[in-house]
Nanobody, 113 residues
Framework: QVQLVESGGGSVQPGGSLKLSCTAS????????MAWYRQAPGKQREFVAR???????SYESIVKGRFTISRDNAKKTVYLQMNSLKPEDTAVYYC???????WGQGTQVTVSL
């Protein structure tokens, strides 16, 4: 069973940056379409960004231009570089493997003064 483990969350002031990582177990990572989602308190989980196995990328409009998704297949890791963070970016961020419908455990990102 493939497991996804996120890291890199934390607390940052508005305008700051964080880089999230999600590392997968198993040997088929390079074939997976991967995504990041987030869930703020009291809200539904929402799509943030996606990168497919060919490197095609898409973003939710509210993060486009501030967040960058990337992957390193040799390290079986997908990243989310988050810049110009805003308080409304505060949420638990989850890594998701589309092909196998697997979620990571989530990592908390808090943006506040």
């Amino acid at each position: 069973q493939v497991q996804l483990v996120e890291s890199g969350g934390g607390s940052v002031q508005p305008g700051g940056s964080l880089k999230l990582s999600c590392t997968a177990s198993g040997s088929s990572f390079s074939t997976y379409d991967m995504a990041w989602y987030r869930q703020a308190p009291g809200k539904q989980r929402e799509f943030v960004a996606r990168i497919n196995s060919s490197g095609f990328i898409s973003y939710e409009s509210i993060v486009k231009g501030r967040f960058t998704i990337s992957r390193d297949n040799a390290k079986k890791t997908v990243y989310l570089q988050m810049n110009s963070l805003k308080p409304e970016d505060t949420a638990v961020y989850y890594c998701y493997s589309i092909d196998i419908s697997a979620w990571g455990q989530g990592t908390q990102v808090t943006v506040s003064l």
